[in-house]
Every structure is written in C-alpha cells, then in structure tokens.
C-alpha cells in the first residue's frame, strides 16, 4: 500500500460546482498536511496547510484533516474555470522531514 | 524576484548521453531538492541538500548526481541517461529553518525525453 493515496481522476465539473478532492494516508506519525495546484506546464504552487486534525479556510478553498480516519480533503465552492489545474495532496511527519505526495489529480472546470 | 530557475526548459537527449540540469534560487534557501513526475506516479524526491556542501539520496537516486557546491545552485547531473530517465524534472527551494508551514517554491521544470 502506498503511503499517499489520492483519487486518479480526470474530474470535470460546471462552473460553480463544489468540488471535493480527497487522499487518504496510511503513516500515523503524518501531522502536517498541504494541497499544492500545479497548473500545465508549471510547478506546483502550495494552496492551502494544515496542521494536525480540523478544518481551514481560504476563500473559496477550505482544507479539512481527519486524523483518526487517516483522511484529508479539499473543497473549492463556487469553482471557476481559472480552478482548472492538477492538485496533488502533500504530507509529512515533522517539521524538517521529507514531504510525501499523492499522484495528483486533474480538474476541468467547465464554463 | 526571480525565485527558482530551472534550464533547459526542454532537452532531448540519446541512451548513454550526459547533460546537466541547472537549478538556481535566489531566495537564499538552505533546503533544495530535485523531484520528477510521471504519469500515475506523482512526485518523486531524486536527491536533497539541506546546505551548501550536503547531499543526501530521495527516493529514486539511482542514475543522478548532484552537488551543492553554493547556496544558490543545485545541478542535477544524469551521467549516462537512460529511456526510463524520460521524465518532466522540478527543483525545489525552501528555507530551512525547521517552521512546520513553510513551502516548497518550485521552479517550472525540465521536460527530459530520451530516445
């Protein structure tokens, strides 16, 4: 089994959709956990972090970390065609260790 | 602000050539690292240096070599590259202070094929 598993996707979806974005771990000792958009032909760029257990938001983006079901998840509402990219969960132990990623997954949003 | 640098943006090269991948940042970084990405396998940590004058090996190391011989650079060398090298390359910067929230800046990578 793979530490980071994320969903393969392709996802498309309407404009104004929300969207909902998914991995699931298996190292408990992960505690920090973070959503990079990579667009094409382009680096991935962090989105959101979290840390340990709980929800964050930012805008039309919110982050959410449950620990006890080794699960993360990213929400976009209201997506938008400029939310078209590939967004590939990331996680790691501590502060200074080595960051894990999931396969990344590719959303279309349709205008 | 020029960030992470990467060249060649595009490279093809023959089985058994060699050729360097240069990276350079400018945000006086002491953690660099070079991952590859390939479809269905996500990223994949090649090599790190956590300061100038440290390497150390990620995750599929074999067939690289890097050096860290200044704070800015962090070339990736592929001495003899092989078909399974074809692959898009990304180097990545961030301060290594230890912050548990600090990001990783990627440059905008190198797409390698060999033939």
């Known amino acids: 089994q793979k530490e980071v598993e994320q969903d393969p996707g392709p996802l498309s979806v309407p404009e104004g959709a929300i969207v909902s974005l998914n991995c699931t771990y298996s190292n408990s000792a992960f505690q920090y956990f973070m959503w990079y958009r990579q667009y094409s032909r382009k680096g991935p760029e962090l989105l959101m972090y979290?840390?340990?257990?709980g929800n964050k938001e930012d805008g039309r983006f919110t982050a959410q970390v449950d620990k006890s079901s080794k699960y993360i998840s990213l929400f976009i509402r209201d997506s938008q065609p400029s939310d078209s990219a590939t967004y590939l969960c990331?996680?790691?132990?501590?502060?200074?260790?080595?960051?894990?990623f999931g396969k990344g997954i590719t959303l279309s949003v349709r205008p | 602000n020029a960030g992470v640098t990467q060249t060649p943006k595009f490279q093809v090269l023959k089985t058994g050539q060699s050729m360097t991948l240069q990276c350079a940042q400018d945000?006086?970084?002491?953690?660099m690292s070079w991952y590859r990405q390939d479809p269905g396998m996500g990223l994949r940590l090649i090599h790190y240096?956590?300061?100038?004058?440290?390497?150390d090996q990620g995750e599929v190391p074999n067939g690289y070599n890097v050096s860290r011989s200044t704070t800015e650079d962090f070339p990736l060398r592929l001495l003899s590259a092989a078909p399974s090298q074809t692959s898009v390359y990304f180097c990545?910067?961030?301060?290594?202070?230890?912050?548990?929230?600090?990001?990783?800046?990627f440059g905008s990578g190198t797409q390698l094929s060999v033939l």
């Open positions: 990331a996680m790691r132990p501590g502060a200074n260790s080595k960051l894990t």
């Open positions: 240096s956590v300061g100038a004058g440290i390497t």
């Open positions: 945000m006086n970084h002491e953690y």
């Open positions: 979290t840390y340990s257990s």
């Open positions: 990545a910067s961030r301060t290594g202070g230890g912050q548990a929230n600090e990001k990783l800046f």
